[in-house]
């Protein structure tokens, strides 16, 4: 499957915006998906991460409660609603596959493919 990224942009702190993950290929709805940041200097991290029906979300400490992952497979595209928004969570955001399953969702090793990366950038 292939992936690409959209969305990102320059935000105020406190701003929301949304990045949308488009699949080509028939056989998005088989993986988990996530989304992965990686900041200027910092290694890429896990962000939030949705089952393939979409029934089951997690998210990482520092986005809970502020950003919401979601999924449509009818039109092969994931969601990342970014609210809230802190100049910390400026980075690189990536959209990840993971055909293994759930168990891997915070495991970036275990993704088999990745969008180009889109920047979102937060001024305070």
């Known amino acids: 499957v292939q992936l690409q990224a959209f969305g990102g942009g320059l935000v105020q702190a406190g701003e929301s915006t949304r990045l949308s993950c488009a699949a080509s290929?028939?056989?998005?709805?088989?993986?988990?998906m996530g989304w992965f940041r990686q900041a200027p200097g910092k290694e890429r991290v896990f962000v939030a991460g949705i089952d393939e029906s979409g029934a089951l979300t997690i998210y990482a400490y520092s986005v809970e409660g502020r950003f919401t992952i979601s999924r449509d497979n009818g039109a092969s595209t994931m969601y990342l609603q970014m609210n809230s928004l802190k100049p910390e969570d400026t980075a690189v955001y990536y959209c990840?596959?993971?055909?293994?399953?759930?168990?891997?969702?915070?495991?970036?090793?275990?993704?088999?493919?990745w969008g180009q990366g889109t920047l979102v950038t937060v001024s305070s």
């Open positions: 990840g596959a993971v055909p293994d399953g759930w168990r891997w969702v915070k495991v970036r090793s275990k993704y088999r493919f």
């Open positions: 290929g028939r056989t998005f709805g088989s993986y988990t």
